[in-house]
C-alpha cells in the first residue's frame, strides 16, 4: 500500500538534530532523517522495513511495533545494528502518531540513540576517523590537480615556445626569400634601362643567377621538412665509398672557405670500405655540416674535417673554432624553427633546417649525430656515426633517374621537333626561346588542349609540359596523349617541366606516362640533357 506523508512533516522530521524515522504500522520506513540514514546506512528513505535494517530477531522488532502502535506516549525500546564489522545498540522512543484508518495505516515516529553502555566517543571517533579518511582523499586529489595543472603549464609553456619559434621562423623565412628577390627584381629592372656598362651588366646577371640558387635552396629545404615530415623522403640506397662523398662536399665548400681565408684541414682515412646508403643525402648531411662551420666561423679560423672507423661504423667529424653554441641551447640545436639568434641584428642568415634535416637524414641511414661546444665563442664539434653495415636504414622504393648524357649530347636538340606547354606566358617564352637557341624547332601552347593537337599535327619528337594548369592539368594532357594511336603521336616521348617538385609529384608523372620529370627552377643543362635523352639523342 502507498503512503502519503504531509510535506510539512517530512521537512520536520528532517530538520531533527536526532535519528528519527516515520514508519508505517507495519515497520516500513517512510521517511528518514540525515542523522538516521547514517546510522542505519540508508542513502536515502526506501521502501526497506525496520526489520530488515536492525540485527535483532524480527519477532521482537514487531514486538516493539505493536507496542508503539498501541500508544501515543513514547515508550523506550532498543535494538542493534551492524555496521563496518561492529554491533551498535541504539535505545529508542515511539509512538503512534496518526491511527491506522480503512484506507491508510498507522504512522509510528520513532527516535533513537546510541547507548550509553556502548563507549559513547565510539560514533565519534567513527566520524573523525571518517573526517580523516576524507581530508587524506580531498588532499590526493588537490595534490593531483596541483601536479595536473603543473603539467599544463608547462605544455602551455612549451606550445607558446614552439608558436614563438613559428612566428620567428615565418618572419626569418619571408626575410630569406625577400632578400634574394629584390636583388633580382632591382637588377632586372637596371638591365631592362640598358645603361649598364659591360662589367656591370655581368655582375647583375650574376647576381640573378646567385639569388635564384639561394631561393631554390630555400625552397629544396623546406620540401626536406615536408618530406622528413610526412615519412615520405626517399633513399636510393646502394653500397657507396663514403670517402668519395666526403671529398665532393669538401670540394664544392672549398670556395667559400677560402673567400673568408678559413683554413680547411682534412684527415680523411682511406680504405675505408662501402656502406649501404644514399650518396646524395650523405653529402647534403656533409654539405651542411661544413657549410655550417664555414658560416659560423669568422674570417682566418679554421675548420677541421676528420673521417675514420670506430668499430663497426665509420665516423666523420666537423669541428670549427667558431661562434660555438650556449650550453641552454644545445639539447635544441638539432630542432626544426629553432635558431640561437633568430634576432633581426644576426650576422648570418639561413632558414635553421639545415641540422634538423641532418639528423633526420643520419638517422634514416641507421646513424646518429651529436653536437659539442665547450660555450659560445669557444667552437663546435659536429660528431656523425653510420654504421658499415645500416641494418635498420628503412627500405623504400626508389623511382629510378633517368640517365643524363654528356655536354656533347645536350647540345644535340639540333633538327628536333618540340610541342612546349606551359599556361604561363613568362614561362613559356623562356622555354621556348631556350630551346630554340639550342636549335630545337618549337611548338608553343598555352594550354593543354592546345598541346594535344600541336602533338597530333606537329608529330614532335618530344613533348615538354607543365603540370598545373587551368581547365586540364599535365596529368590528364599525357593521359590523353597516349591514348592516341602511335601514328597520331600516342608514343610521343615527353617531359614534366614543373614547380610540384616532390618525390610523390615525380612518382605519378612517371606513371601517367611521363618519360622524365624537371622540377623548376629549371637547370638549364639538364633540361637540355634530359630532352636529348628521351629524343634519343
Not at 580531498?138 to 595543472?149: F, I, N, Y
Not at 615530415?229 to 670540394?251: F, S, Y
Not at 673554432?321 to 644576426?346: C, E, H, M
Not at 593543354?448 to 602533338?455: D, L, M, Q, R, S
Amino acid at each position: 500500500m502507498s503512503v502519503v506523508v504531509a510535506d510539512g512533516l517530512r521537512a520536520t522530521i528532517g530538520a531533527l538534530p536526532e535519528a528519527a524515522l516515520l514508519l508505517s504500522g507495519t515497520g516500513q520506513v517512510l521517511v528518514a532523517n540525515p542523522a538516521a540514514r547514517d546510522a542505519l546506512s540508508l542513502v536515502a528513505a526506501t521502501d526497506r522495513n525496520l526489520a530488515e535494517l536492525v540485527s535483532d530477531d524480527p519477532e521482537r522488532v514487531a514486538s516493539m511495533l505493536r507496542t508503539w502502535r498501541r500508544t501515543t506516549e513514547p515508550l523506550p525500546g532498543s535494538f542493534s545494528v551492524a555496521q563496518r564489522s561492529q554491533t551498535f545498540t541504539y535505545g529508542c522512543k515511539g509512538c503512534t502518531i496518526a491511527a491506522a484508518t480503512d484506507t491508510e495505516p498507522a504512522l509510528v515516529f520513532v527516535r533513537f540513540w546510541l547507548r550509553g553502555q556502548d563507549n559513547p566517543f565510539l560514533l565519534l571517533n567513527q566520524k573523525i576517523a571518517e573526517l580523516n579518511e576524507e581530508i587524506s582523499r580531498r588532499r590526493q586529489v588537490e595534490e593531483g590537480l596541483r601536479g595536473k595543472e603543473a603539467i599544463l603549464r608547462d605544455r602551455a609553456a612549451e606550445a607558446e615556445a614552439l608558436n614563438r619559434s613559428k612566428d620567428e621562423f615565418l618572419a626569418t623565412l619571408s626575410h630569406e626569400l625577400r632578400t634574394p628577390l629584390n636583388a633580382v627584381l632591382g637588377w632586372a629592372r637596371l638591365l631592362r634601362e640598358g645603361q649598364l656598362d659591360e662589367n656591370q651588366r655581368r655582375k647583375g646577371i650574376e647576381t640573378i643567377e646567385r639569388s635564384a640558387h639561394a631561393q631554390a635552396q630555400l625552397i629544396e629545404e623546406m620540401l626536406d621538412v615536408s618530406r622528413i615530415v610526412t615519412g615520405k623522403l626517399l633513399l636510393n640506397v646502394q653500397h657507396i665509398d663514403v670517402l668519395q662523398v666526403v671529398e665532393a662536399a669538401l670540394q664544392a665548400i672549398r670556395p667559400a672557405a677560402e673567400a673568408k681565408e678559413i683554413d680547411l684541414h682534412a684527415v680523411l682515412e682511406p680504405q675505408l670500405g662501402a656502406v649501404m646508403a644514399d650518396a646524395d643525402r650523405l653529402q647534403q648531411v656533409c654539405w651542411n655540416l661544413l657549410s655550417n662551420a664555414v658560416k659560423f666561423t669568422p674570417r682566418r679560423g679554421s675548420v677541421h674535417v676528420l673521417l675514420g672507423a670506430v668499430a663497426s661504423a665509420i665516423e666523420l667529424t666537423v669541428a670549427d673554432n667558431g661562434r660555438g653554441i650556449r650550453a641552454d641551447f644545445l639539447p635544441y640545436v638539432f630542432d626544426r624553427f629553432r635558431q640561437q639568434d633568430p634576432s633581426t641584428t644576426r650576422s648570418s642568415g639561413g632558414l635553421g633546417l639545415g641540422l634538423s634535416i641532418v639528423r633526420s637524414l643520419v638517422e634514416l641511414h641507421g646513424g646518429t649525430v651529436r653536437a659539442m661546444s665547450p660555450g659560445e665563442g669557444r667552437g663546435t664539434s659536429f660528431v656523425v656515426r653510420i654504421p658499415r653495415v645500416a641494418a635498420p636504414v628503412v627500405a623504400r622504393p626508389v623511382i629510378p633517374a633517368p640517365s643524363l648524357p654528356g655536354p656533347s649530347q645536350a647540345a644535340g636538340l639540333v633538327g628536333l621537333r618540340l610541342v612546349v606547354v606551359d599556361d604561363d606566358p613568362d614561362a613559356l617564352e623562356l622555354m621556348t626561346s631556350l630551346l630554340e637557341h639550342a636549335g630545337a624547332q618549337v611548338t608553343a601552347a598555352s594550354s593543354a588542349a592546345g598541346a594535344f593537337e600541336a602533338v597530333q599535327s606537329a608529330r614532335p619528337h618530344v613533348l615538354v609540359s607543365d603540370i598545373g594548369m587551368p581547365g586540364e592539368d599535365g596529368y590528364s594532357l599525357m593521359r590523353r596523349v597516349r591514348l592516341l594511336p602511335v601514328e597520331a603521336g600516342g608514343s610521343t616521348p615527353a617531359v614534366a617541366v614543373t614547380a610540384f617538385a616532390r618525390a610523390e609529384d615525380r612518382a605519378r608523372a612517371l606513371e601517367c606516362g611521363f618519360q622524365a620529370h624537371v622540377p623548376k627552377p629549371v637547370d638549364t643543362s639538364r633540361l637540355l640533357a634530359v630532352i636529348a635523352n628521351v629524343a634519343g639523342r
